[in-house]
């Protein structure tokens, strides 16, 4: 499995890319997973789960004949790191991930100076690409505008994949 990011700070972008992103590389006839960060309380699961949960389960599995869901609380430990997360992703050719921003694995910073915040480039050796709509200096990289996702997804399927060790 090939791990590639998204990353870009709130706003700029990243969902939109990765929702157009997908398809193309489904097209393409690769098989895609994704794994977000967020710093928001993600609510996933029916009142069923929500339920199991209040009584003291730690985790919940759901199943149906089209798709599962694996929900784990993590009451009193720390967030687990996208090594842990792509450990928990078989199956597919890709990983997409969105956000971990400061994590080594590589990714297309998604970038929009209006949001008023640095771009990541420049600290950050693992952003191998960049997407804006603005000018900007690349710092070296190759540079897409953020609705060029045929030109984004060439980019990422030649892109050399990395070991789980190095995320």
């Known amino acids: ?12 972008g990243k969902t ?3 929702i157009r992103l997908v398809p193309v590389l489904v097209r393409r006839g690769i ?3 994704t794994v977000k ?3 928001h309380h993600p609510a996933i699961g029916d009142d069923e789960s929500r339920a199991l949960f209040a009584a003291g389960a730690t985790e919940v599995l759901a199943a149906s004949e089209r798709r599962f869901s694996l929900i784990h609380q993590l009451p009193g430990h720390d967030e687990p790191g996208l ?4 450990g928990l992703v078989g199956g597919v050719d890709l990983l997409l991930v969105e956000g971990f921003k400061f994590a080594g694995h590589p990714k297309l910073e998604v970038w929009d100076p209006t949001l008023g915040k640095p ?3 420049p600290e950050q050796p693992s952003v191998v690409a960049l997407a804006t709509d603005a000018q900007a200096d ?5 540079v897409f505008r953020r609705d060029d996702v045929e030109a984004i997804a060439d980019f990422i399927l030649k892109h050399d994949p990395i070991a789980f060790g190095s995320c």
Do not use: Q, Y
Request: no cysteine.
């Open 1 to 12: 499995m090939k791990i590639f990011g998204i990353a870009g700070w709130s706003g700029s």
């Open 16 to 18: 939109t890319l990765l």
């Open 31 to 33: 098989e895609v997973a």
């Open 37 to 39: 960060h967020t710093h």
């Open 83 to 86: 090594e842990h997360m792509a």
């Open 119 to 121: 771009m990541l480039a």
């Open 138 to 142: 690349s710092h070296g990289r190759p």
